[in-house]
């Protein structure tokens, strides 16, 4: 049966319903027939030949057994990271505590459907121990309809103290949220720094205080932020809900304080209780450093769900649009994701699976073919696409500037699928000398596009992410909107399964250096794993393949929210006034 035919014989019913963020009180006919139109035209784009040749179908097999090994690791992964602290740490959270877990927080906060989780596998393996999850859950869900940011400690891992990698994990959320202009909300349940490791975590410029720092910028930007205090809030961690517009303190369990009983005891040799010294009563009738009194955590939430909902925004009629799914299995991207470079399959494969109807209209189709540009669907929602089909040549350079130009020009989200070549051969000659020189130009080209870029940037890196070729793409430096792996990806400077492990010394020291050698391919392989990446917030997670669709339109929609609030015309930064602090001042 012919791709044709087989378009003809999907009905409705083959048909996935997507939310178009569109604010009914500036809709207009016309705006709405040409959107109709648009997508009408869409359908007339060249549909992708999916179909995997045979002369293929070895490679496609050794990808999909790399897979199989891959998501078996990120499977295990996974589950380390879901018991937290562990199940004595558990039990005293639950049980001595009285407090909620985490996910049941977020459960209580979100609304009934799917968020996108940032960073799970940030702080594993660090060198100074496994910090399951950085000790705090960051993503985005939607709170009344409304698309906003969370942070919220995980107090089961090493009590809530926050290490070197929490705070990475709190600034990147803090950086989604500016970027994409996305309301916060920080679930405060800290036990504070970790003091052996302070020089790592304090005084720098993207240390902790950046966080404070953020949270005043994000307020002059008109970015709302709510805080819940949900436990302890000590020393640093006690600025976060006081910076924030509008606090919530959950009584018996939140407290606020520079300095807690112990340091008190130490101090002045006074005994004194947790709620006396910072306790709910105290902040919300005395020092008025929370604006809400809650008695419970289920009430705290609920306040917050209040306080979204009296946001600014015109929020938008949930108006369904049809759109197609691709015409080939999202499965079989387990056997598009390349082992290695030299098992790459075109880059056409792979889009097939993840935009509407596998329909794609390609941007210079015969120039430059080792990058694909052009513009394609996905879940409704009209993207521009930048994929590596092999190496950045300096016509594929010029390309995807050219390209990148016209999406921002358009206003038109851009799609990275970054797979860059290992490295460049050596040049032997005058004339290739003369050829890498002008791709380095031809490449310096296009990074500056991809950097002045007014438009959302998404990347997903699917195979390899090597050396110069990775920044023209999008890479983490370039400060796109968004950046997800696959399991199988390798990040690093140079292929460490190419890398020589035999020395051609000629002297006495020859054993020594092919045994430094070989020492240096095994750090180079284990620090350019995906999770490795991930464990230190070198992007915004691992995801599986055959979810890219879902993860990437979702990312979409978060990117467009910011067009329904409302503005301001006062351009003064939005003041938030605290009263003095009582007793959490000593």
Partial sequence: MGRQQILNLLTCEDRVKSVNLVPHKMIHSSSVSFKLKAKQHMRNFPVLDGSIPSLYRHAFEVNAKNSAVCIQRYSELLLKISKGGGKNAVLRHTERNKKLLVRERIKMLLD????????????????YGDVPAAGCLT?????CGVWCVFVANDATVKGGTIYPISVKKQLRAQEIAIKNRLPSIYLVDSGGAFLPLQAELFPDQFHGGRIFYNEAVMSSLRIPQVAVVCGSCTAGGAYVPT??????????????????????????????????????N???????????????????YECVRNIISTLNYEIPLEETSEFDSPLYSSDELLGLAP????????????????????????????????????FAYIEGQLVGVVANNGELTH??????????????????????????????????????????????????????????????????????????ESYAMCGRSFDPNFLFLWPNTR????????????????????????????????????????????????????????????????????????????????????????????????
């Avoid at 304080?257 to 910072?278: M, S």
């Avoid at 082992?339 to 430059?368: C, P, V, W």
């Fill in 282 to 300: 105290l902040h919300s009738k005395i020092s008025g450093c929370v604006d809400h009194f809650a008695s419970s955590e289920k009430e705290a």
């Fill in 395 to 468: 016509d594929a350079s010029l390309k995807g500037s050219h390209f990148v130009q016209l999406c921002s020009q358009r206003r038109i989200p851009v799609l990275f699928l970054l797979n860059t070549a290992p490295c460049a051969a050596e040049p032997t000659s005058l004339t290739e000398a003369e050829d890498h020189s002008k791709r380095l130009k031809a490449q310096a080209s296009m990074m500056a596009a991809v950097a002045c870029a007014s438009v959302p940037k998404i990347t997903l890196v699917i195979g390899g992410c090597y050396g110069n």
């Fill in 243 to 280: 910076m924030a517009e509008e606090t919530i303190i959950v009584d018996k369990i939140g407290t606020m304080f520079l300095a807690g009983p112990p340091l008190v005891k130490a101090a002045t040799g006074e005994d004194i209780h947790p709620d006396e010294l910072g306790g709910a």
């Fill in 339 to 374: 082992q290695g470079y030299s098992y790459t399959l075109h880059i056409k494969l792979i889009l097939s699976r993840m935009i509407d109807g596998s329909r794609f209209q390609e941007f210079k189709a015969n120039y430059g073919t080792t990058l694909v540009t052009g």
């Fill in 112 to 127: 009934d459907e799917p968020f996108l989780e940032l960073s799970p596998f940030a702080g594993l393996d660090m060198p």
């Fill in 139 to 143: 993503g985005i869900g939607k709170i």
């Fill in 491 to 586: 990040i690093a400077l140079v292929d460490s399964r190419h890398f020589p492990t035999v020395s051609f010394m000629r002297d006495n020291d020859s054993t020594a250096a092919e045994a430094d050698l070989i020492l240096l391919k095994e750090k180079l392989e284990e620090e350019s794993s995906a999770f490795y990446s991930s464990a230190r917030i070198w992007d915004d997670g691992v995801i599986l393949p055959q979810n890219s669709r879902k993860v990437i339109a979702q990312c979409l929609r978060i990117t467009k929210q910011q067009k329904y609030q409302i503005k301001s015309h006062q351009q003064s930064p939005l003041p938030v006034i605290r009263l003095a602090v009582g007793p959490a001042c000593h």
